[in-house]
């Protein structure tokens, strides 16, 4: 469909910054067109461990403890390939990005999902039912924060006991924090959520997956790193050589110029998120039969719409009828329905018509109550 306003994509609206694609094209200049290592160019690597140094105060070895992929996404694809055997299980919190779960299942394992409950307006983790859900089988635990699609953040006291958890059932605990810079209840913006290797040795069974995409508007690029214990890492090396046999060349040198020089651009693109973020929570509360969780990082809205059963189809028919596109809770797993997902990065021409038609929409199916899939609506 053309002219729709896309509010369902996971990226910004801005193109990556400029400074960014110079330094591409000072690296094709330069013949930056040759295999690298599976793990990566070194001189990322490095610029990575320096990059976590100066954040998070935790010291890693370039060259052993961090392996350079093609995405967040891939970096997400390796790790679990390394942990998972044919029948075994995995534990994800969800609602959550769903490729997790489907990685899972193309390791021929199964992901067991772990619904967070909103709890007095915040998302929680269900504690009890992650003890129940561990069996002899069970793997892994799988998480994000900040997370895609609920905006949480874990609190210190639930990544202490979420590495607690994992290693007194001796799981692997994956954490995607590709989100990390996107927090805004923070005094300065910028400063990343803390991330779970403040709190693991780096002989835990702990996996960060990390990404260029967000942070840096670099979604198209195809670029992100796992930081994982070195055994781990070491074969997540190896199975590079399987799938991309290394990250783009190019993309690996722009990204050093990003970690170096991307702080300035990148708090004046939190500044408009966070604002977008205000923006949607006052037009969202305003609307009829609408609950929405405050999030506190990332870039999504996840309001819940009183009645709803049907969310693929709820986010069908505003599609058709209005042209705004937004995503269905359902497609994000247990927990996910009768919610919808809206991605607040888009600039305010698309941002706010979307959300006018979304409230006009809104009445119309009230008045005319509602549809099959909505139907507790007066």
Same mark, same amino acid.
């Given at each position: 469909?053309?002219?729709?306003?896309?509010?369902?994509?996971?990226?910004?609206? %801005?193109?990556?910054?400029?400074?960014?694609?110079?330094?591409?094209?000072?690296?094709?200049?330069?013949?930056?067109?040759?295999?690298?290592?599976?793990?990566?160019?070194?001189?990322?690597?490095?610029?990575?461990?320096?990059?976590?140094?100066?954040?998070?105060?935790?010291?890693?070895?370039?060259?052993?403890?961090?392996?350079?992929?093609?995405?967040?996404?891939?970096?997400?694809?390796?790790?679990?390939? &390394?942990?998972?055997?044919?029948?075994?299980?995995?534990?994800?919190?969800?609602?959550?990005?769903?490729?997790?779960?489907?990685?899972?299942?193309?390791?021929?394992?199964?992901?067991?999902?772990?619904?967070?409950?909103?709890?007095?307006?915040?998302?929680?983790?269900?504690?009890?039912?992650?003890?129940?859900?561990?069996?002899?089988?069970?793997?892994?635990?799988?998480?994000?924060?900040? !997370?895609?699609?609920?905006?949480?953040?874990?609190? +210190?006291?639930? %990544? %202490?006991?979420?590495?607690?958890?994992?290693?007194?059932?001796?799981?692997?605990?994956?954490?995607?924090?590709?989100? +990390?810079?996107?927090?805004?209840?923070?005094?300065?913006?910028?400063?990343?959520?803390? !991330?779970?290797?403040?709190?693991?040795?780096?002989?835990?069974?702990?996996?960060?997956? %990390?990404?260029?995409?967000?942070?840096? &508007?670099?979604?198209?690029?195809?670029?992100?790193?796992?930081?994982?214990?070195?055994?781990?890492?070491?074969?997540?090396a190896q199975l590079n050589e399987f799938i991309i046999s290394c990250a783009n060349g190019v993309s690996q040198k722009a990204a050093e110029t990003a970690l170096a020089e991307g702080e300035t651009?990148?708090?004046?693109?939190?500044?408009?998120?966070?604002?977008?973020?205000?923006? &949607?929570?006052?037009?969202?509360?305003?609307?009829?039969?609408?609950?929405?969780?405050?999030?506190?990082?990332?870039?999504?809205?996840?309001?819940?719409?009183?009645?709803?059963?049907?969310?693929?189809?709820? &986010?069908?028919?505003?599609?058709? +009828?209005?042209?705004?596109?937004?995503?269905?809770?359902?497609?994000?797993?247990?927990?996910?329905?009768?919610?919808?997902?809206?991605?607040?990065?888009?600039?305010?021409?698309?941002? +706010?018509?979307?959300?006018?038609?979304?409230?006009?929409?809104?009445?119309?199916?009230? !008045?005319?109550?509602?549809?099959?899939?909505?139907?507790?609506?007066?």
């Open positions: 469909m053309t002219d729709v306003l896309r509010l369902y994509f996971g990226e910004a609206s %801005q193109p990556t910054p400029e400074y960014i694609k110079r330094a591409a094209t000072q690296a094709l200049a330069e013949g930056n067109t040759f295999y690298t290592s599976n793990s990566g160019t070194a001189s990322l690597r490095e610029a990575l461990a320096a990059y976590y140094q100066r954040l998070h105060e935790v010291a890693l070895d370039p060259a052993r403890d961090i392996v350079v992929t093609a995405s967040g996404v891939q970096a997400l694809h390796v790790a679990l390939r &390394c942990m998972l055997d044919p029948g075994d299980e995995a534990l994800v919190l969800t609602p959550a990005w769903p490729n997790g779960a489907s990685i899972i299942a193309m390791a021929n394992a199964k992901a067991v999902e772990i619904a967070q409950p909103l709890i007095n307006g915040r998302y929680e983790i269900d504690w009890e039912a992650l003890e129940h859900a561990v069996n002899p089988r069970t793997r892994l635990l799988l998480y994000t924060s900040p !997370s895609n699609p609920l905006g949480w953040v874990a609190t +210190e006291a639930d %990544q %202490q006991r979420l590495l607690e958890f994992t290693r007194r059932h001796n799981l692997w605990l994956v954490a995607d924090e590709v989100y +990390e810079r996107l927090w805004y209840e923070t005094e300065t913006l910028g400063s990343p959520v803390p !991330s779970i290797l403040r709190k693991a040795t780096r002989d835990d069974a702990v996996v960060v997956v %990390q990404s260029f995409s967000k942070s840096y &508007c670099m979604t198209g690029w195809r670029l992100g790193w796992l930081v994982a214990r070195a055994d781990l890492a070491a074969k997540a651009e990148m708090r004046a693109m939190l500044v408009r998120f966070k604002a977008n973020r205000d923006f &949607c929570l006052s037009a969202l509360s305003a609307m009829p039969g609408i609950t929405v969780p405050r999030p506190e990082g990332a870039f999504y809205v996840f309001p819940r719409l009183e009645g709803l059963t049907d969310s693929f189809d709820f &986010c069908r028919r505003l599609l058709m +009828e209005t042209k705004v596109g937004i995503a269905p809770g359902v497609a994000f797993g247990r927990g996910g329905e009768g919610s919808v997902r809206i991605c607040y990065a888009a600039d305010r021409s698309i941002l +706010e018509p979307a959300l006018e038609r979304l409230r006009r929409f809104l009445i119309m199916v009230r !008045s005319s109550k509602g549809f099959p899939g909505w139907q507790t609506v007066a």
